[in-house]
Nanobody
Framework: QVQLVESGGGLVQAGGSLRLSCAASGSISVINVMGWYRQAPGKQRELVAVITSGGSTDYADSVKGRFTISRDNAKNTVYLQMNSLKPEDTAVFYC???????????WGQGTQVTVSS
């Protein structure tokens, strides 16, 4: 079992910054990839950024150059630094962990990010 707890969401004005954190606990050793997804009202959940255990990263085109994903293995925590936020970034952000065993992935409870214009 892996537990994921997100924090850091909130309300920010356009152009501002937020940093999301996702603390993992439990069977940490089975985690291969961690990432952030988001779901805006009326839209499907979409990938924002991922980071592998080796530190490789990938981003959605819509956030490249503005968001940075990182991980602190000592703290079992993944971060998402979000700069130059836009109203269209408003969504519930979810932390995701891909693991090597059933059920193969876990999700956090989500944290709301609201960007006002």
């Amino acid at each position: 079992q892996v537990q994921l707890v997100e924090s850091g969401g909130g309300l920010v004005q356009a152009g501002g910054s937020l940093r999301l954190s996702c603390a993992a606990s439990g069977s940490i050793s089975v985690i291969n990839v961690m990432g952030w997804y988001r779901q805006a009202p009326g839209k499907q959940r979409e990938l924002v950024a991922v980071i592998t255990s080796g530190g490789s990263t990938d981003y959605a085109d819509s956030v490249k150059g503005r968001f940075t994903i990182s991980r602190d293995n000592a703290k079992n925590t993944v971060y998402l630094q979000m700069n130059s936020l836009k109203p269209e970034d408003t969504a519930v952000f979810y932390c995701n962990a891909v693991v090597a065993v059933v059920p193969y992935e876990y999700w956090g409870q989500g944290t709301q990010v609201t960007v006002s214009s």
